[in-house]
């Protein structure tokens, strides 16, 4: 399949699309790694609402096919980790699930590290549920290396654990 898929920064028109990729894969991805009650309770309208009110904060790209985004990634290119020489992140990545395979992932982190060689940086991370297996497959198949700190992801008064991924963006 010769797909022509381009990335581009998110426009206003592309929070609908955005908002249903996210809920989608939610409840497809995370069955079994977030509680269920979670999952069913997920609500568009206010993630719509939010998105309207902050899409132009920060780096937001999509990547889009014949005008359908099929996935979308927000990075951060000033964050700051304490005792690690990390200043830049990867917030969010999300592909439609029913479009896996086809290289809008990889497509949305190459952007995002080309950006941050312009911008002289030199780490980057990418946090992740611990118990998402193919994200994570994807994350160390794209060059990134585990690291041993640990953070929590907390949601509806509970938390499950994340685990990062450093890539180095000089290289």
Known sequence: ????????????????????????????????????DILDNLNGDKKIKKWKKHYNIGNVIVAE????????????DNAVYE????????????????KLGRGVGRKLVEYVINDLKIKNKSKMIIWCLEKNKNARKFYEKMGGRLIDDEKYFEIEGRTYKEVGYIYDIKN
């Open 1 to 36: 399949m010769n797909e022509k898929i381009s990335i581009r920064k998110v426009k206003y028109e592309d929070i609908e699309q955005i908002v249903d990729i996210n809920i989608k894969d939610w409840k497809k991805v995370y069955r079994g790694i977030i509680d269920d």
């Open 65 to 76: 096919k014949a005008g359908e985004v099929m996935g979308y990634c927000r990075y951060d």
């Open 83 to 98: 005792n690690r020489d990390i200043d830049s992140e990867i917030i969010a990545l999300y592909v439609d699930c029913d």
